[in-house]
């Protein structure tokens, strides 16, 4: 089998299993992230991933309960991470209609 027919096949495969698993994916999001506040962090944490700290002040999250979160998100298959240890999530909730559209957390008042 040439390595066309092979990522075709592959891809096939991956349309087939995310139609699926859709309805399931989204229940496990909307209980692990059960409001806004977890739902602009964990969308925070793409490929272009800010700092963990970044994401802590703009969704005013405490450190360990940040933390805390993205561990959950990790063993729950949720999120994953890299080898230089930053965390990734793996859903966009704008698939899911988790989010109207890309979190714009505010930034902490001045004084």
């Not at 059960?34 to 970044?54: F, I, L, V």
């Not at 998100?73 to 989010?99: C, I, N, S, Y």
Request: net charge positive.
């Amino acid at each position: 089998m040439s390595d066309d027919r092979i990522l075709a096949v592959l891809t096939d495969i991956r349309n087939w299993t995310r139609a699926a698993s859709y309805s399931s994916v989204k229940k496990l999001l909307e209980e692990a992230l059960p409001d806004n506040k977890s739902r602009a962090a964990y969308q925070m944490m793409g490929d272009a991933t800010p700092s963990m700290e970044q994401v802590r002040i703009a969704c005013r999250i405490g450190r360990s309960t940040l933390f805390s979160l993205a561990d959950r998100w990790t063993a729950m298959g949720l999120m994953e991470v890299k080898d230089d240890k930053r965390r990734v999530r793996l859903f966009d909730l704008t698939d899911f209609g988790l989010l109207d559209a890309e979190p714009h957390p505010q930034s902490p008042a001045k004084r």
